[in-house]
């Protein structure tokens, strides 16, 4: 074994006689666990030979064009460095992204050659290679007992985390790849079939064969799905660690660290309110503390939302509606928009809130779409559910619409549906040049456009991200997700490409690193319903039993999808920074059942 490596078999030898798999005890332990939390800026510098073969032309046509392309953004190497010079290298997986911030996983090795290595070295740093591209990584959180470390990198915008659709899928002897990649970023692959057998009934094994640089890469099989994370090979084959056990130590041991790590220190960023510390004007992408009170907002009952508790020191309002997000409009992501999609989506979006008498029960965003020549906003139909039923809409509402002029007016409810929560509503003597098109034809771009306005301040907002693939654990299995991070004002908002081009209506899903969004294609099927059909009478006001009267082909839900929305509350910062993080730990547990 090269030095610094964690030795995976010797020490499962080792321990089969205690049951004990790859542990330190708590004694041990204190001592070993040590982590780098900083680093900084290296040159990337190969040092020394690492035999690396490749087989990749023997079975790389078997797999799609798409498969292959997938695979290939899912995994990288990891240098560590002193100075100029390299110590260790090894593989790792892209497992979560959080905007443009990406969480690797790789085997413990990497750890263990950094503990090693700090005795003599004072200029430590961990380089992420993918393909062209060297950044600097940080190691975080790990898991000696199930031979895992987490690295976050930045800027890596082709990554692609892993997707854990199918962890528990497990074909023995059916074919799979190995991938991993090397100093200078090029990937390597080598295949080989399933064993049946397992270590300890926790380890898994392969017939892959490869060297050293493939420890902490990732194992497929040849339909894309993720198995497990390669460790070691031994002269039966590949040792991994099954892909259900790396969900599980994601969730229950890595991502559980940072609930408890970051609520802390992410609650620091959360105080600022209206100028930095520097006396500067907080920048768009600042963490936004909304504190309400009755001097800048008025009477918090009338807006929906508790009156704070007598013992009130430090706390927040959190979940509220005119908690903002991204950019603000002629800033940052929009100076990248051409001035007419920016004045077009200026024009069109709109907040809207609904009221019972004075008291404003809801507050979300919506679009002028074409629809029927008039005047037509396509918003959530969250605006109208009862809080106390949510498959009802609430009895007496009115409803007021902010204008991009800021000018309110009355809004009309014309269709509903409350299954995949659209609704359209109406406006009188309001002309709008440039509707939104919901075109009959699928997009093709890259950069994606959330954006929102605030229904109290007029506070037009967008944010910027990426498509990207993940399990659907709402209830409504045709909603996906983009990179682009909202909050509840977002709700009913567009998903436009940077073109102007309509891709969908934004959601909340919490729990989930980005934002959740209807496409396009389900929204068409809808408004062509409601024309058909006129006011939707979906079901018979929320009755379980009941079965829906109208769904979209391919549909097989039998009741109607829930849509929650965290309700406002006053909290302490640190403690909401927990339910956030703690509610990513549940949506990745639900993916497990």
Not at 17 to 36: A, G, L, P, Q
Not at 128 to 147: A, K, M, P, Q, S
Not at 358 to 371: H, P, Q, S
Not at 561 to 589: C, F, G, S
């Amino acid at each position: 074994m090269r030095s610094g490596r964690y030795d995976l078999i010797s020490n499962l030898k080792r321990d089969e006689k205690t049951d004990f798999v790859m542990t330190y005890s708590k004694k041990h332990r204190i001592k070993e666990d040590i982590v780098c939390n900083e680093g900084e800026i290296a040159e990337s510098l190969v040092s020394g030979d690492l035999p690396c073969e490749s087989n990749q032309g023997v079975f790389w046509s078997e797999l799609s064009g798409e498969v292959a392309s997938n695979l290939s953004k899912s995994v990288v190497s990891l240098a560590l460095h002193d100075g100029n010079t390299m110590l260790f290298v090894c593989s790792g997986i892209a497992v979560h992204r959080n905007g443009h911030v990406i969480k690797l996983l790789t085997s413990a090795s990497l750890l263990k050659a950094f503990n090693d290595a700090r005795k003599d070295h004072d200029n430590l740093k961990v380089e992420v290679h993918h393909e062209d591209t060297v950044v600097i990584g940080f190691l975080r959180e790990y898991n000696l007992d199930h031979n895992m470390a987490a690295v976050i990198v930045e800027n890596l915008p082709d990554l692609r985390p892993v997707p854990f659709n199918n962890v528990q899928k497990f074909v023995p002897h059916s074919k799979v790849v190995a991938l991993g990649r090397d100093i200078s970023g090029k990937l390597m692959t080598t295949s080989g079939v399933l064993i049946g057998e397992s270590y300890n009934g926790y380890l898994m094994s392969s017939t892959c064969k490869f060297s050293e640089v493939y420890e902490g890469g990732p194992l497929f099989d040849f339909d894309g799905d993720f198995l497990g994370m390669n460790l070691s090979f031994t002269t039966e084959g590949t040792v991994f660690v099954p892909g259900d056990r790396v969900l599980d130590q994601l969730v229950n041991c890595i991502l559980d660290h940072e609930v408890r790590f970051a609520a802390r220190l992410e609650a620091l960023k959360e105080v600022w309110v209206g100028e930095s510390p520097s006396g500067e004007m907080p920048s768009s992408h600042q963490v936004h503390r909304d504190v309400l009170n009755k001097d800048r907002y008025g009477d918090l009952e009338s807006l929906g939302y508790p009156e704070p508790p007598k013992s009130k020191d430090g706390m927040i309002l959190a979940y509220t509606f005119e908690e903002p997000f991204g950019d603000i409009f002629g800033k940052g992501v929009w100076s990248e928009l051409s001035e007419d999609v920016a004045s077009s989506i200026c024009e069109n979006t709109v907040a809207l809130a609904s009221f019972n008498g004075d008291k404003r029960t809801f507050a979300c965003t919506g679009f002028f779409i074409e629809w029927n020549e008039c005047a037509t906003i396509l918003t959530s139909a969250n605006l109208l559910r009862d809080s106390s039923d949510e498959n009802r809409i609430a009895e007496n509402l009115s409803i007021e619409v902010l204008l991009p002029n800021n000018l309110r007016t009355v809004g009309t409810v014309q269709h509903y549906n409350l299954h995949y929560n659209v609704a359209l509503v109406s406006v009188k003597d309001h002309c709008v040049r440039q509707p939104v098109k919901i075109q009959p034809y699928g997009h093709n771009c890259r950069k994606l456009l959330a954006v929102g306005r605030i229904f109290e301040s007029g506070r037009l907002m967008a944010a910027r991200g990426q498509q990207f693939p993940t399990v659907v654990t709402h209830d409504c299995k045709f909603l996906s997700y983009s990179g682009c991070t909202t909050t509840k004002a977002g709700i009913g908002g567009p998903l436009l490409c940077f073109d102007g081009t309509f891709v969908g209506m934004n959601f909340y899903d919490e729990g989930v690193e980005g934002t959740a969004f209807l496409s396009w294609c389900e929204i068409r099927e809808i408004l062509k319903y409601f024309k058909t059909k006129g006011a939707v009478a979906e079901h018979s006001h929320g009755n379980p039993s009941d079965v829906l009267d109208w769904k979209i082909a391919g549909d097989d839900s039998v009741h109607p999808d829930r849509w929650p929305v965290p309700m406002p509350y006053w909290t302490l910062p640190e403690d909401l920074v927990q339910r956030k993080l703690a509610a990513k730990i549940r949506r990745q547990e639900a993916i497990l059942c």
